[in-house]
């Protein structure tokens, strides 16, 4: 991603490429990325205790049940909506509300773009190690990262000065979406039924991805309606706490039912 930002805005705006040949460009490593995953990824032949094994779990399948049943499931496909949203409106949109609104020029709007990707490396691997440490407490990790994330992503268009923007999409990326993921991941995976992890996480995903659809054209319209894409931060704001704010309110739920059948 980062590549991807410094390398296209440098090429386009720095030495004035046309930007259709970059497609191209991104075809041929995708092809080149599958061609390395056919030619070394194998399908492993199951061991007759694994196939055992699989039979005794056989009942233990993704149904409509396990997937929409349980109001932590619905509560992880509600937050990684939310914190997909304002991730793909800031992937969308960054270089733009940079440019137009913060008068960035040149290969500079790929390089502050990209420090949410270079943020996140760093942010992912210390929570995730964190998620690991206190299995407990994944809901709580990921409710004080959202929270943090909401925050920054506001001071990033509130505050006027470049060089706090810069610290805050800094701030951004170590504690948003790249971060959170890892422990989402995690969190879903316990939920999950041992037979129906596929289908379990294409329906998490999907959730994700459709704010990959929702937040670039919403922001777009909202930017075409204003003039600005400053309403289209704040909404993304408000959809991450919404999001955060459901989460924990299912968890809480969740766990007094708990408590009071025990």
């Known amino acids: 991603m980062a590549i991807g930002y410094i390398g296209s805005s440098y090429l386009v705006k720095g030495l004035g490429w046309d930007w259709r040949p970059l497609l191209f460009v991104t075809t041929a490593l995708i092809i080149a990325v599958a061609i390395a995953f056919g030619k070394v990824i194998k399908d492993k032949k199951p061991e007759p205790a694994a196939n055992a094994s699989r039979e005794k779990d056989a009942g233990d399948k993704a149904t409509f049940k396990t997937l ?18 304002g991730y793909y409106m800031i992937v969308t949109w960054l270089p733009s509300y940079l440019q137009m609104e913060r008068g960035f020029q040149g290969a500079s709007i790929g390089f502050a773009s990209a420090l ?26 990921v409710i004080i990262l959202q ?4 925050l920054t992503l506001y001071l990033t268009v509130a505050i006027q000065n470049n060089n706090l923007l ?9 504690f948003g979406k790249l971060a959170v993921d890892p422990i989402m991941i995690s969190y879903v995976a316990d939920l999950a039924p041992k037979q129906g992890y596929s289908t379990t996480f294409g329906v998490f995903n999907f959730f994700g991805m459709m704010s990959s659809v929702i937040a670039p054209f919403v922001t777009g319209v909202i930017s ?6 400053i309403l289209g931060f704040y909404l993304a704001i408000a959809i991450i706490i919404v999001g955060t704010a459901f989460l924990f309110i299912a968890n809480m ?10």
Not at 71 to 82: D, G, H, K, Q
Not at 123 to 140: E, Q, T, V, W, Y
Not at 147 to 150: F, K, L, Q, T
Not at 166 to 174: E, Q, R, T, V
Request: aromatic residues 16%.
């Open 68 to 85: 929409f049943g349980d109001i932590r499931m619905i509560s992880a496909y509600v937050i990684y909506f939310a914190i997909c949203y």
């Open 166 to 174: 810069i610290l805050f999409l800094i701030m951004y990326g170590f």
């Open 116 to 141: 949410v990707a270079f943020a996140s490396v760093p942010g992912a691997l210390l929570f995730s190690k964190l998620s690991d440490k206190f299995k407990n407490r994944k809901i709580m990790v």
């Open 224 to 229: 075409d309606a204003t003039g600005s894409k």
């Open 147 to 150: 929270i943090i994330a909401a």
């Open 253 to 262: 739920i969740k766990r007094t039912k708990m408590q009071t059948k025990h």
